[in-house]
């Protein structure tokens, strides 16, 4: 038996949701799939907790620490070792049943090590009292530690933390992804539907691990001789020339945005591998894998350079050129979504749907997905950006494009979870997991745009300086909601039944 | 009504503009064909291309004329053009360091443009000011470590008392770090 399917069995209660199906001989590209998983639903449980306490610590006007610790914690938690972690998961289960290949050996348990032994290191730094939010902040940490608020061991830490967590994304996911997809032999039992490059369901996945390769190995470097010097392996002049605020910010940035971008072609994949087995008519295919195939193109061709809107606002330490440049490529990303817009219509309307929740979780989480592209495009205008940048409108779209992404993979994964554990999920529940999640993400990510849109910072420990509680209440309570949503999909994760036994209850019921 | 679109207001309602037609859209379709009648709907290949035809000239439109009314509000732009035609602008050079500014001047006058010139000493800072009616007018990114100033000018029409905020987060005083500006009428 596979390390991975003991770690889940010896679980308690998560182990229970993501039992590894044993009878099927696909245990070598389920096992290490459903542990990664089933680590990040812990880790969502984590950063749910943390974004039900961060506007808390508002609310009921607590120590202003507190709110820092909680930002820096629910970010990151939810980013990496939760959104990435799942896409991870889901992602490599369907890379093996494509291509037939096992998702075994040391680049899956490395993957899984260094993006949970990472976060966990990340976490302790941050209860150290390292408060430096998802994104660093580069030269905080440094700045923080010489001024004494906190402890340069806090920041050795977190930055080992962080390193792992990157090197989880920027190498080993992305190189297991490729081997898996260029290398190796095909064993015809692991297949599950097997795909080609010019299929729209596989040409994101290749796409996407490219991008966290390339986009992130500068960063990488950077990293590693920050790192070095920090341990004292080299000396801190060999280091300066990456210790460069400037340095570290760009490098930092073309990956972060990138990786968003990564993300987001992984699960566009996803949903164009998954949509047409849920056409009524049976038909199985796309309106167009060629306009499919074309919007995946144009979202990475326009967005690699697009991350340059990040540094709009530093005008003229960024070259207003640069800054055009961003602007303009942003919104060509709006190109690539109007194809995808057009292609998931066209195939539903020619061939109609089968409604089930999984199809329709991943549904729900693209139009979010597309509300978030339409919130990054406005802001990504150098007008807005002067006066967008750095309010809960920012927050706003980092949290909503990870949660729509979120809810894509969850959708996914109803297709996925029979082949991965030989249980189905229970249909009502999942009618009210989407009923739930839509509701409550539309409505966070509404409110956090108003309070951006009223110019209530982010990051920002004093919402009651200037009347902005009134979206801090609506951000808490939409929460709330997305909270219950994830409580119900974890619910329905447990009460899951066995695939032979007949499904008493239908959709109708809902 | 373009003054009011480039504004955070008016940010939010771009942003229902291109979404709300896409979500009743979206929302008919999958209704229309998952609960009313799941059956193909015999539309041709042609008249789908067609569709398809229109609906990316119709986004390119919006598009395109979004960015290019936005031109006038682009503070890049607008800097550009006082610093060529404008003799009389007023300069005010300012360093951020945790948790706090200083500013070589506090006072303003309103219809003549100033420079605003800003460096950070120690962490990443923000330049936010606000009008008093409570929006956000810019943000400026202060970067450590740059030979050159972030560097902007603005124009105030009105008088009064401006906040200035931090909006790069600068550890756990981040929300203390405030200043003011005071616009005064021209003489
Ligand atoms: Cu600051």
Redesign the pocket.
Known sequence: MSIASTIIQNTPIFGKMFTVDKSTGLEEINAWPALMIMASFVWLAVAGLLGFVMPATQIFDLDTGHFYTTLTLHGAALAFPFSFQLMMGVGLHRSGGCVGKAVTGVFPALAFITMNLGAALLTVAVLMGLKVSLIVMYPLPIVGAQMGIWSMNSVILGFTGIYLVLACMILCYPILVLKMLFFGTKRPELVLSERSLNDPGMLGMTLSALTLLIAGTPLVIVGTTVLFALYGIIPMTMAAWATEPVVFQYAFFIFAHNLMEAMALMVMSAMYATLPLYLADGTRKLFSNRIANAALWILLLTSVTSFLHHFITLYPNQPASLSYWGNIMSWGTGIGAALSIFTVLATVWQHGLRAEPGIIAVLAGFVLYILDGASAMVTSNIAWAFQLHGTMWQSGHTMTVIVAMSMMWMGVLYHHYPVITGRKLDPVLGVWFVRLFAVGGIGAALSMLAGGAAGMPRRFAAWNQEGWMIYGHLIWIFGLILGASFVVYAYSLLKSRDISSPVVRQVAAA | MLDFLFTGWGAFWMTLFMLLPFAFIFFYVIHRKSVVDSGPSGSTDKKMSRLEGIWLTVVFVVFVGVNLASLKFMPTIASAHAATTRTDIQSIDLS?K??AYELSSREIEAGRPVRFSGRSTD????FAVYHPDGRMLFTMMLMPGLSKPTSLVHTFKEPGKYKVR?L????VA?HA?QDELTIVKSN
């Open positions: 951020a945790s948790w962490t990443m800072h923000g931090c790069e987060y600068c550890g981040h770090m």
